[in-house]
């Protein structure tokens, strides 16, 4: 008899054990409105209704109750994005962040590749500085086709451009005899479009970037090319700026036996006075790269970080890190610190390295960092016991 009971609780609780999930599994569908889960593109896991590849149905360490961090659950599938974050130098903010949902909708939507917005639409939330209106415009960047030339996720170039020099250009455009005798006869191959060619849009059909060299908008181009291409080709004209290189820290060195003007100056065209590229940074990149590498990392950065001469003399100074106005840089901006600041100059050492404390003692403007207002260290605690340790 006890026998017999025992084994009817046996089957019973194996029949409860082995219903169905679908029995027992609570309707996402009665919570959250079925219409936003659809769309022209539907997520793969939402297409099949299999809500808990993603989610965690009671808790998780996660919001939206995600199973894992954001990055870390969509590289799961999207194995070539994975790859691309593993092998490619250059990511795109998000995509470091592991901001997957910031351009793509996790569930549906109207665009290709679940974008929340169109492709041009989207890539101006972030980068409005790149909408404007070219008398001419390069048809890509008119139709908002971003990602005919640049890499969503990565690349190898900071721009993420999918390819560089003119391998990007001629992936669209033949080499025409026209187009070499236009470059006089010059292997098109091996030079870069986009040193003065601007890729979004222009003043004439030819996209040219805005500012020219005075012989180069003459077409007189023996006056620089007529002998030899050094330094001295630049000083014939503007030995006047000979002088701003005359201090302990400068650039005149920077290309060993080679012209040192055209390592920054684009000898033919530019974006803006001094025949520059409109992003300093861009020049200032090819030999600082570990500076910015550094800085896209860090949480907080200085405003205008692309800017690099609004805080350094491009030529030269007496000061360290050919900075304007030397320890005293800050004051360009924040002159209004000086009622206010921790003690500073000679009456303030630092006991660490028994030098006068300057605002980049404490500040790291140069890098970032990942405390508030690019500090050293914690303002809480860590980066004040350095010096105060009594307290």
Known sequence: MLLNKLTKILILLSVV????????????????????????????????????SCHGPHVSRYKKLLLRQEKDLCLECHEQVAETVRSKPFLHAPVRDGLCSSCHSPHASEQQNLLKKSVGELCFECHEGTRKKYQVSHPPFSRGQCNACHAAHGGDDNRLLKNVGSELCFG????????????????????????????????????????????????????????????????????DVLSSFNYAHNHLGIAGRENPCVTCHNPHVGDRKGLLPENIGDVCRDCHADTFAQREKNLYKHSGWNSCSDCHNLHGTNGPAMLKQGENVCDLCHDQHKGFTHPLGADAIDPRNNQPMDCLTCHNSNTGSNYRYFLRGSGERGLCVQCHQSY
């Not at 187009?179 to 870069?192: A, I, P, V």
């Open 172 to 239: 669209c455009h033949d080499v025409t005899k026209k187009l070499k005798t236009e470059h006089l006869g010059r292997d098109l191959t091996s030079m870069d479009c986009l040193a003065c060619h601007n890729p979004h849009g222009g003043k004439e059909k030819s996209l040219l970037r805005s500012v020219s060299h005075a012989p180069f908008a003459e077409k007189n181009c023996q006056v620089c090319h007529g002998g030899d291409l050094g330094i001295d080709s630049c000083l014939q004209c503007h030995a």
């Open 17 to 52: 054990l082995l219903l169905p999930v679908a029995a027992m599994a609570v309707n996402c569908f009665k919570c959250h409105d079925a219409a936003e889960f659809k769309g022209r593109v539907v997520h793969a896991p939402v297409a099949d209704g299999d809500c808990l």
